[in-house]
């Protein structure tokens, strides 16, 4: 059963340019989370989605940043307008459906984001 | 979001000792996670923990939830030189993980 997949693993865009990042989710996973990892830090949550839903979005910045996970294929997380301080790696994580319970999040290798 | 005090921030150890680490929070949480990052990867759950004072090994790995919900740590015994790498401690209520910033591990062979 292959894990989370995210494309590509590394990205390097100009000042201006956007950042398409791609997840795909475990087979039988319907939940999927985005994550950011500035240098030294640990993970902070961005957004939660199911199947063309965001469920919330609280720790996605306003501006610029969306997200999405449609019906048929990966979730993207888009960064409009890419500025220096948007670099850092993105993690995606994904998590089956459930009944009544929070189940394990499970998380791809992350993409790496360097603006230059 | 909430804040995670992970300690140590590093070490480095000689193969064959035992390493601990802890995580403490203002806010209460539902489950404690550990989670490890090798370099260029995504964070691999190690243990999950979802009652308070529950103990829980995988291994060489133990863990602990604290009975007041507002910490926890993990020990490895006897260390190798695969246990190199970034050891994160993760609070969970509902959906949402709360990190701490991680203690790096390396091992002296």
């Known amino acids: 059963n292959a894990g989370v997949m995210q494309n590509p693993r590394h990205l390097v865009r100009r000042r201006g340019q956007e950042a398409r990042l791609r997840c795909s989710p475990m087979k039988g996973h319907s939940h999927v989370y985005w994550y950011r990892q500035l240098p030294e830090e640990g993970l902070k949550f961005m957004v939660y989605?199911?199947?063309?839903?965001?469920?919330?979005e609280s720790g996605m910045p306003k501006e610029r940043f969306s997200a999405e996970f449609p019906k048929e294929g990966p979730s993207i997380l888009r960064i409009q307008q890419v500025v220096r301080g948007d670099s850092a790696a993105y993690f995606c994580?994904?998590?089956?459906?459930?009944?009544?319970?929070?189940?394990?999040?499970?998380f791809g290798p992350g993409t790496r984001l360097l603006v230059l | 979001g909430q804040q995670l005090n992970q300690s140590p921030q590093s070490m480095f150890i000689q193969e064959g000792e035992d390493v601990s680490m802890n995580c403490t929070s203002s806010s209460i949480f539902n489950t404690w996670l550990w989670y490890k990052q090798d370099p260029g990867e995504g964070p691999v759950l190690l243990i999950a923990?979802?009652?308070?004072?529950e103990l829980t090994s995988n291994g060489r790995l133990t863990a602990q939830f604290g009975i007041t919900r507002k910490d926890s740590f993990l020990n490895i015994s006897a260390s190798i030189p695969s246990d190199v790498g970034i050891y994160f401690c993760?609070?969970?209520?509902?959906?949402?993980?709360?990190f701490g910033a991680g203690t790096t591990v390396t091992v002296r062979a």
């Open positions: 993760a609070g969970r209520n509902d959906y949402k993980l709360s």
């Open positions: 994580a994904s998590s089956p459906q459930r009944q009544g319970s929070v189940e394990t999040q499970y």
């Open positions: 923990l979802y009652k308070a004072g």
């Open positions: 989605l199911q199947k063309e839903n965001i469920i919330d």
